[in-house]
Antibody, heavy 117, light 107 residues
């Protein structure tokens, strides 16, 4: 079974860039899955950020598209999220995930990122 | 597409039947509708995909149904571990959209 683990800074300054990496184990990032990022502000619901295929093809949530970049590193079996120009509204638990059949099948444990000076 | 879940909070006792609703703002294919369970402090867990299909390891007390704009997650007999927040999700135009969630709490 695929396992995912997020890593990155837990604190980012306003106007800075949020950068997270997701390490994939138990499966190859070059397989048939798409790979996603989803976030959840404290006490609120789930928001899809975007997804990537091992070829580098991406899809982004239109509401975040201007600030988001998702990339893949096949040599390290991992993928990454960059979100620039962050504000307090970007404070959330960020999940990386493996997509299934039009769903999100496997989730990482999540990592809290706080935007604050 | 906007997904609206109801009720916002559902208070039931173990052993009772739970019925959770998800309404889409326009008709969607049943292929693209899924349900997740999220317990406090944990990542979401896939329960149902394609409206009807249970994910691996999901007990058969969980079932999904619906079509068009109205979809339902049913838990036939509530176990103590089922009290959590439940989200529906739609995939369309390369975008995943989630409902706002239903909190299932112990009465």
């Amino acid at each position: 079974q695929v396992q995912l683990q997020e890593s990155g800074p837990g604190l980012v300054k306003p106007s800075g860039t949020l950068s997270l990496t997701c390490a994939v184990s138990g499966g190859s990032i070059s397989g048939t899955n798409w790979w996603s990022w989803v976030r959840q502000p404290p006490g609120k619901g789930l928001e899809y950020i975007g997804e990537i295929y091992h070829s580098g093809s991406t899809n982004y949530n239109p509401s975040l598209k201007s600030r988001v970049t998702i990339s893949v590193d096949k040599s390290k079996n991992q993928f990454s999220l960059n979100l620039n120009s962050v504000t307090a509204a970007d404070t959330a638990v960020y999940y990386c995930a493996a997509n299934g059949y039009y769903c999100i099948e496997h989730w990482g444990q999540g990592t809290l990122v706080t935007v604050s000076s | 597409i906007v997904l609206t879940q109801s009720p916002g909070t559902l208070s039931l006792s173990p052993g009772e039947r739970a019925t959770l609703s998800c309404r889409a703002s326009q008709s969607v294919s049943s292929t693209y509708l899924s349900w997740y369970q999220q317990k406090h402090g944990q990542a979401p867990r896939l329960l149902i995909y394609g409206t009807y299909n249970r994910a691996s390891g999901i007990p058969d007390r969980f079932s999904g149904s619906g079509s068009g704009t109205d979809f339902t997650l049913t838990i036939s007999r509530l176990e103590p571990e089922d009290f959590a927040v439940y989200y529906c999700q739609h995939y369309g135009s390369s975008l995943y959209t989630f409902g706002q969630g239903t909190k299932l709490e112990i009465k």
